[in-house]
């Protein structure tokens, strides 16, 4: 009965936390300035013809005429069912189509390299935390919060130029080769290949945070007194390092690791534009920028429910795994 | 893994064999293309669309002041100029077989009158009556106004097949993701990060075409392209390179021509107090030394601009007998001005005239970090004189709608030029532009308006000059926009496959990647051997 109660009530917050970020993701993107037919075009700086403005503002169909009140309506109707409408900034081309384009690649990237990072982060920190008053344990711990402290959008640039444009042993750019038509496995190669660069980026920027989280975990877990039982018990270092001290310490950084997938779906804007790859933080910068409000709210949208869903699911997990939670 | 490095090098390999002769080029470095050929909407497809798949009647060709017969083989003006008959190219085929006939050319400007969308160019706009099938080979646009700079419109209407298009429900909402076109190039293959283009077989002007196909990858930003255009991957890139004569020293088949393009200005809001008065802005024209804003603030990449904002292959419009009217950069005269205008140092050494203050606000649109330098400039020397302008950049959606709003003082912005002075003169000066076109300061008089009319009734050139010459005086007289520099059309080139592309010795096209230029220029090029 409790765990029901639980259930619901979780639930029910979800839902009412996702029409609030519904409804934030319809007003945000009117307070801003400008026409989205001029934004559109404003890519082509000073070479924008008014005409082309002008009849950029008809194809849009000027949405002022409109009051907000059914525009919100019209707005939820289409989220729920799924149809988001023609992009501005890619007119003519469904958000749909644009999302198709996009989603894959950055779950790809950012899915794996969110992944490894994590478990890579978690065995270091472990390893940090149990040694933490030796050597090894202080020179992860500096290499962490160093890691941490370097400019992400720097580093990307910098990975790139070394290996790919110095010793050219990665390309440039792109997702899988634009020299040639790829087909099965050498495209599976390409795209690997071309992922390499991009997803260490991913993971050197994030490696630090997680070996950070474990690593403090682990020390707060290893002054508990049932470890110092442990020890009297004379059981294996090793033994207690995971069974004892990492497996309560994990909690933590597992929830940390549930928010981090949610977010996996808006991409990773600068890695994106720094290594020219296809994912969705790149279409959600552009359109913000031309106030594609189509395209913008479809992202949102896709946003809020991975980050609430995660949220919910990790909620539950935590439940299963921390009987305390259950209370 | 050694089998992995194995393939990897087999993929380097295969990477440096290419086949034919194979132009690279970038068009955009806005992202991830996405499936839409409809040669109507701007942006990178759209301009693969416009001029290598869909064609026009005629080209007009910017830098040399030609119009270049194109799907049209002739035209000719008649009655009073207020109709051009076209007569079409016999022979032309679409790339699906079906030939191309006059009922293509009406189709295309009915649907541009019934889509307004889609009437980019403005043929309707600019006084289009009716369009008129005389047979199967020849076309009468009626006009309901003279208007002898009408071509110009023509020029931007890309033809598109009935047989396709009037199956479509609503062209100004089509992808076309499957194009079928008159054009030099079929869509060979397409994904999200590469375009490859092939050339058409059955084109009607084959023989003209020596590029065998063309090879557009996506780039997401700037820094992506400048890596690849530095390590020898691109063929064609119209793209901004920081410090690019470095680059050209260290890689001899790359080489770079900025053309002429949009002339920037500072334009004061000319409904505004103490704006109206043309002494003072003729003081802001003497003042401004503008060699100093192309060297430092566009690291030399930008072109000077004559007082009357007349393009080099224009020099036969020029007045001479108004030169003594042109302004130059001199800092007494300047000081004259200002004090003339009744301006006075204040004590806080900024110059004011009763409670008017000229200390303003200079806009600017973040993140063109050139202007910036650009204002930042301007700031210093206009301060040497006690006049304050306050660097503001802003979001540029802001910039537009305050300029149109009138909510401004000074601001940096630009004038589109068109494919000729009389175009630029009419966008610039016109009223109808006002604040919401390329006459962003305002400029509001019945004689340039009735002058600029004129222009539009004559082709005769010896009357155009007549009237070019009033306009100018109006120019130099009033400096409605302080004239700065032209801002560059961005192009970097590789003779390493290809030669015969144009440069500052040899300008016979602009070379911008919009419209049909890009294949007047391709079909200028020769693959080496």
């Known amino acids: 009965m409790r765990g029901l109660k639980y259930v619901a009530n979780r639930l029910f917050f979800f839902v009412i936390t996702l029409f609030f970020a519904l409804t934030i993701n319809f007003v945000l993107p009117r307070l801003m300035p400008g026409d989205p037919a001029e934004r559109i075009l404003s890519r082509f700086g000073p070479n924008v013809d008014e005409k082309a403005i002008e009849a950029m503002r008809i194809a849009l169909g000027v949405e002022k005429d409109k009051n907000l009140l059914s525009q919100f309506v019209d707005y939820l109707k289409n989220t729920i069912t799924g149809n988001f409408g023609i992009s501005y900034l890619h007119y003519p081309v469904p958000v749909s189509q644009v999302l198709r384009n996009s989603i894959p690649w950055t779950l790809g990237l950012v899915g794996t390299s969110t992944i490894l990072s994590f478990l890579l982060g978690t065995f270091l920190g472990i390893y940090a935390g149990w040694n933490r008053d030796k050597l090894s344990g202080s020179a992860l711990l500096v290499f962490s919060l160093s890691l941490r402290a370097i400019p992400y959008f720097w580093l990307a640039m910098i990975i790139l130029y070394i290996f790919g444009y110095k010793l050219g042993w990665f390309p440039l750019s792109n997702a899988y080769s634009t020299t040639e038509i790829l087909t099965g496995f050498s495209l599976v190669l390409s795209v690997i290949y071309h992922a390499i660069l991009p997803s260490i980026t991913l993971i050197v920027a994030s490696l630090g945070s997680w070996i950070l989280t474990m690593r403090n975990n682990m020390v707060s877990v290893l002054s508990e007194d049932f470890i110092t039982l442990a020890e009297a018990k004379g059981l294996d270092e090793r033994y207690i390092m995971v069974h004892y001290a990492a497996r309560n310490a994990i909690l933590p950084s597992i929830t940390a690791f549930g928010i981090s997938l949610g977010f996996v779906v808006s991409g990773a804007l600068l890695t994106e534009i720094v290594y020219s790859y296809p994912g969705v933080g790149y279409q959600l910068y552009r359109a913000v920028l031309s106030q594609d409000f189509p395209l913008i709210q479809a992202i949102f949208f896709f946003i809020s429910l991975s980050v609430l869903l995660a949220n919910l699911i990790m909620d539950f997990v935590y439940a299963f795994l921390d009987p305390r939670v259950r209370g | ?529």
């Open chain 2, 1 to 529: 893994m050694k089998r992995f490095y194995a393939i990897l090098t087999l993929l380097v390999l295969m990477v440096t064999i290419s086949l034919g002769a194979e132009l690279s080029m970038i068009i955009s470095v806005t992202g991830p293309f996405q499936r839409n050929f409809n040669p109507y909407f701007a942006g990178a497809t759209g301009y693969v669309a416009a001029g290598f798949i869909y064609e026009t009647l005629i080209y007009a060709n910017t830098k040399t002041g030609d119009f270049v017969p194109w799907l049209a083989s002739e035209f000719k003006w008649g009655a009073g100029y207020k109709e051009i008959t076209f007569k079409l190219r016999r022979g032309v085929k679409w790339s699906d077989g079906t030939s191309f006939t006059a009922d293509d050319v009406i189709f295309t400007f009915e649907t541009l009158k019934k889509f307004p969308a889609l009437d980019v160019p403005g043929v309707w706009k600019g006084g289009l009556a009716e369009v008129v099938k005389v047979d199967d080979y020849t076309v009468k646009l009626k006009l309901s106004t003279v208007n002898t700079l009408y071509l110009y419109s023509v020029a931007g209407v890309y033809i598109l097949p009935k047989h396709i298009w009037s199956k479509v429900e609503d062209p100004s909402k089509f992808t076309n993701e499957n194009p079928v076109g008159t054009g030099a190039y079929l869509l060979d293959n397409f994904s999200t990060q590469v375009i490859t283009l092939k050339k058409n077989p059955n084109y009607w002007n084959a023989a003209n075409v020596k590029v065998d196909s063309i090879r557009i990858p996506a780039f997401s930003g700037n820094e992506s392209a400048q890596l690849a255009v530095a390590n020898g991957e691109i063929d064609w890139a119209g793209i901004n390179f920081p410090q690019i004569e470095k680059l050209v020293q260290q890689r001899k088949e790359l080489n770079y021509w900025f053309a002429e393009g949009n002339p920037v200005f500072l334009f004061f809001n000319l409904a505004k107090d103490p704006f109206k008065d043309a002494t003072l802005r003729k003081a802001f024209a003497y003042a401004i030394n503008t060699d100093m804003l192309i060297k430092i603030g566009m690291t030399g990449y930008a072109a000077p601009v004559n007082p009357v904002v007349i393009k080099s292959g224009y020099e036969y419009l020029i007045s001479e007998d108004l030169k003594n009217l042109w302004w130059k950069y001199d800092p007494k005269t300047a000081e004259k001005l200002f004090a003339q205008a009744g301006f006075k140092k204040g004590k806080d050494g900024i110059l004011a005239k009763g409670n008017i203050k000229l200390s303003y606000e200079l806009l600017v649109p973040a993140g063109w970090t050139d202007w910036i330098a650009v204002c930042e400039l301007l700031s210093q020397q206009m301060a040497n004189y006690g006049v304050e302008l306050k660097v503001t950049p802003i979001d540029y959606g802001e910039y537009l709608q305050r300029i149109r709003n009138k909510n401004f003082d000074v601001v940096l912005s630009w004038s589109n030029y068109g494919a000729t002075p009389y175009n630029f003169y009419d966008n610039h000066l016109n009223s109808a532009n006002a604040y919401v076109g390329s006459n962003r300061g305002g400029w509001i008089d019945k004689t340039t308006d009735e002058l600029l009319a004129k222009i539009k009734e004559t082709a005769d050139i010896s009357a155009r000059k007549v009237i070019m010459s009033r306009l100018q005086r109006i120019l130099l007289e009033n400096v409605p926009a302080v004239p700065l520099y032209y801002n560059p059309v961005w192009f970097i080139y590789s003779t390493k496959n290809f030669t015969g592309w144009p440069n500052e010795k040899k300008p016979y096209v602009e070379p911008r990647i919009t419209g049909m230029d890009k294949i007047y220029l391709i079909m200028n090029l020769e693959p080496v051997k």
